[in-house]
């Protein structure tokens, strides 16, 4: 048994299974393996390689134009598995072929057994669009336009915080820059935003201080303005019965006390009339 596994390389995931020509000369160096299981992959820098899947070295055929390897029992892996290797050349054929450790192939092994077997959840956000598509819907006719509780559905994003106040920074900053349904990060390094700091009552007043909003995460800011989840004077959260189930099981799972996370100070807790005015339009 030879000490390494054989890295062959090939143009792409396509190409596995296709006879491999060596390097004018080197035939030699595959000869060995024969009959051992290789490894596919592909390699435009020395070390680096994205293996696509594995096969055996069945037969060396002799042709006219040279010496081509042949393979069977070949396997396709889900996604492709990259590997770093020393470029140190060991067997004099750059870009073609390459040696792999046993450790390594177990490891490349069990990626590839994870990426076969890991079930694939749509985004959530995905899977629950078409649900809270229909569940606005539904709630449409109690929420017509010139209504004057009416929640606004068109340009509801008018009506948030904006991003470079000093108001959104101290909310950020009062919340722990987490979202007040589901405690989950708002911001993340390199500046990505990945929620809103909304009006604690959409229809009310401009707000001016920390206690008139709450920062929730994209999603779920999107439902607080439609009122399909709101909140108690006594920061209990309320959802409504059409909100998906998907969005549902998602705040129990996050949030299993049920409650608002607000800030440490009470005088920075979202205050008990905007949250009973956004609540009464919520269940009417």
């Given amino acids: ?39 596919f992959a592909h390699s435009d820098v020395p070390g680096i390689w994205s293996c696509f899947g594995r096969g055996r070295f069945r037969r060396l055929s002799y042709r006219l134009d040279g010496v081509v390897m042949e393979f069977d029992r070949v396997a396709h892996f ?48 995905e899977r629950a669009q078409e649900a809270l598509q229909e569940a606005l819907y539904e709630r449409a006719p109690a929420y017509e336009a010139d209504e004057p509780g009416a929640f606004i559905r068109d340009g509801w994003l008018d009506r948030l915080v904006p991003s470079d106040s000093d108001l959104y920074d101290s909310a ?24 809103f700091v909304v009006p604690a009552h959409f229809r009310g007043a401009v707000p001016r201080a920390v206690c008139d909003v709450m920062p929730i995460t994209g999603t779920l800011a999107f439902c607080y303005a439609h009122g399909l989840v709101a909140a108690t004077e006594g920061l209990t959260l309320w959802l409504h019965p059409l909100l998906p189930l998907e969005i549902a099981t998602l705040v129990g799972e996050l949030n299993p006390s049920g409650r608002l996370n607000v800030p440490e100070a009470p005088q920075d807790w979202p205050r008990p009339e905007l949250l009973r005015r956004h609540l009464a339009e919520a269940q009417a």
């Avoid at 143009?11 to 009959?35: H, I, M, N, S, Y």
């Avoid at 290797?85 to 069990?110: C, M």
């Avoid at 950020?172 to 929620?195: D, H, K, Q, V, W």
């Fill in 172 to 195: 950020l900053e009062r919340y722990g820059n987490r979202c007040a349904i589901t405690g989950l990060p708002l911001s993340m390094p390199g500046g990505f935003r990945e929620g």
């Fill in 1 to 39: 048994m030879t000490p390494s596994t054989l890295l062959v390389r090939v143009a792409g995931p396509d190409a596995l299974g296709q006879p491999v020509t060596p390097p004018k000369g080197r035939a030699t160096l595959v000869c060995e393996r024969l009959g051992e299981t290789v490894i």
């Fill in 78 to 125: 889900a996604r492709p598995v990259v590997t770093v290797i020393a470029a140190e050349d060991a067997l004099e054929t750059p870009y073609a072929f390459d040696e792999l450790s046993f450790d390594e192939v177990e490891r490349i092994d069990r990626l590839a057994w994870e990426n076969e077997n890991q079930e694939v959840f749509p985004a959530f956000a």
